[in-house]
């Protein structure tokens, strides 16, 4: 490529092609998600029929948001690292050691986008496919699968329509405002702070 052809478009397009050069191949790929989906499905039928039905759900949700979290954690570490990459290059000096702890970090924030990568995938696996066959199984299912980060924008939303009525308000004055307060509707200070001891 010469110099006018690097244009954002085809530096997109070469991140993309090296993104897919470090996957690995479909066969392989098709050949572990069979053996993770195998794996799941033995740790989990474990427990048997009767009883134990409601620990079959619960470990299909608690894995699914496990490796939820798993991708959250390292999507902040990643973040993190990029801020620290970010302070090395600005405090280069062009020695050799500056230059190495650079790479180093380079090569940290590879590996957390291969690690986030591996994480996601298996999310995926567990909440679109092992989480549904286990809800298809037992026959019990606690409703839909509510990301982590959607969850306090659900509880919000559900208090503010459980809660948060003209009828409540007519009834509970004084506390309304609280409630009010704690959904995120108002933003007024806590009666302990001392913008409201004025």
């Given at each position: 490529?010469t110099?006018?052809e690097?244009?954002?478009?085809?530096?997109?397009?070469?991140?993309?092609?090296?993104?897919a050069?470090?996957k690995?191949?479909p066969?392989?790929?098709?050949?572990?998600?069979?053996?993770?989906?195998?794996?799941?499905?033995?740790?989990?039928?474990?427990?048997?029929?009767?009883?134990?039905?409601?620990?079959?759900?619960?470990?299909?949700?608690?894995?699914?948001?496990?490796?939820?979290?798993?991708?959250?954690?390292?999507?902040?570490?990643?973040?993190?690292?990029?801020?620290e990459l970010?302070?090395?290059k600005?405090?280069d000096?062009?020695?050799e050691?500056?230059?190495n702890?650079i790479?180093?970090?380079?090569n940290?924030?590879?590996?957390?986008?291969?690690?986030?990568?591996?994480?996601?995938?298996?999310y995926?696996?567990?909440?679109?496919?092992?989480?549904?066959?286990?809800?298809?199984?037992?026959?019990?299912?606690w409703?839909?699968?509510?990301?982590a980060?959607?969850?306090?924008?659900v509880k919000?939303?559900?208090?503010?329509?459980?809660?948060?009525t003209m009828?409540?308000?007519?009834?509970?004055?004084?506390?309304?405002?609280?409630?009010?307060?704690d959904?995120?509707?108002?933003e007024?200070p806590r009666?302990?702070?001392?913008?409201?001891?004025?």
């Open positions: 490529m110099n006018t690097l244009t954002t478009e085809n530096l997109d397009r070469v991140a993309r092609a090296l993104q050069d470090a690995p191949s066969d392989k790929q098709r050949q572990w998600d069979e053996e993770f989906k195998r794996r799941m499905h033995a740790l989990i039928d474990m427990f048997e029929d009767g009883p134990e039905v409601i620990l079959q759900c619960k470990l299909a949700d608690q894995f699914t948001r496990t490796f939820e979290k798993i991708t959250h954690n390292i999507t902040a570490a990643g973040t993190q690292a990029k801020r970010r302070d090395l600005r405090d000096v062009g020695i050691i500056t230059g702890k790479e180093d970090q380079e940290k924030i590879e590996l957390l986008r291969q690690q986030y990568w591996i994480a996601n995938h298996a995926k696996i567990m909440r679109h496919q092992v989480r549904s066959e286990v809800i298809g199984k037992t026959g019990m299912n409703g839909q699968y509510i990301p980060d959607e969850m306090s924008r919000r939303v559900n208090f503010r329509k459980g809660q948060l009828e409540q308000y007519q009834a509970n004055k004084q506390d309304f405002w609280s409630y009010a307060r959904a995120g509707l108002v007024m009666d302990d702070s001392f913008a409201s001891n004025i």
